[in-house]
């Protein structure tokens, strides 16, 4: 079956504007992460999605982060008035129940602000 | 103590060679346990789940210690696609759920 996907792949945007990165999960999978990665850097959280629960945003950085998921299915990450630290791969992932279960990645989506 | 601490590496292994890494983690109350791999400019990719009684798959082997609170990695007969990173990653659910992932050991197989 169809794995995660995200897009755009690659975006490269100004310093100051807005962008939405978009992540379809695995179908029937009702957990939903994002993460973002630097270069050569670890995996940072930023959010967590279960069910019809309230998200987990412990991770997001500041204000300027928000995710939403509609349906239980679909997620968007939208950043407001990108800075150039905001700049970095952005990975979603799904898994079938809770954190318990074994996460499945996205390609990701490689954010560049300039 | 970290959360979750992994020896960043690069460990550089010759062909054939048995490699082992560990991955201690600080909550005694964490539940399940994963390694992941990660290859240069992609994404993670699940390589075991870790369970209590140890499991192997294939020239992997994966195990729990929760005494000592660390899982381990064994890659016996190292082939050169074995090149990546590795993850490691602790889930616990309490009041509330959290997932930490380790910032990952560098393995170097050389032909």
């Known amino acids: 079956g169809a794995g995660v996907s995200q897009s755009p792949s690659n975006k490269v945007t100004e310093k100051g504007k807005d962008v939405e990165l978009r992540c379809d999960p695995i179908?029937?999978?009702?957990?939903l992460y994002w993460y973002r990665q630097s270069l050569g850097q670890g995996l940072e959280f930023l959010i967590y999605?279960?069910?019809?629960?309230?998200?987990?945003k412990s991770g997001l950085p500041s204000d300027r982060f928000s995710a939403e998921r509609t349906g239980g299915s679909v997620s968007t990450l939208t950043i407001q008035r990108t800075q150039q630290e905001d700049s970095a791969v952005y990975l979603c992932?799904?898994?079938?129940?809770?954190?318990?279960?074994?996460?499945?990645f996205g390609p990701g989506t490689r954010l560049t602000v300039t | 103590r970290k959360e979750v601490e992994q020896d960043p590496g690069p460990f550089n292994v010759p062909e054939g060679a048995t490699v082992a890494f560990n991955c201690t983690y600080s909550?005694?109350?964490?539940?399940?346990f994963f390694w992941y791999r990660q290859d240069c400019r992609k994404e993670p990719k699940l390589l075991m789940s870790?369970?209590?009684s140890g499991n192997e798959d294939g020239r992997f082997t994966a195990q729990l210690n929760r005494a000592s609170q660390y899982i381990s990695l064994l890659i016996r007969d190292s082939k050169l696609s074995d090149s990546a990173t590795y993850l490691c990653?602790?889930?616990?659910?309490?009041?509330?759920?959290?997932?930490?992932f380790g910032k990952g050991t560098r393995l170097h197989i050389l032909p």
């Open positions: 992932a799904s898994s079938p129940l809770s954190i318990t279960y074994e996460q499945y």
């Open positions: 179908s029937g999978h009702t957990a």
């Open positions: 999605f279960q069910g019809n629960s309230a998200p987990d």
């Open positions: 909550n005694s109350a964490s539940q399940s």
């Open positions: 870790v369970y209590s």
């Open positions: 990653v602790v889930n616990t659910m309490n009041r509330d759920d959290k997932i930490i």
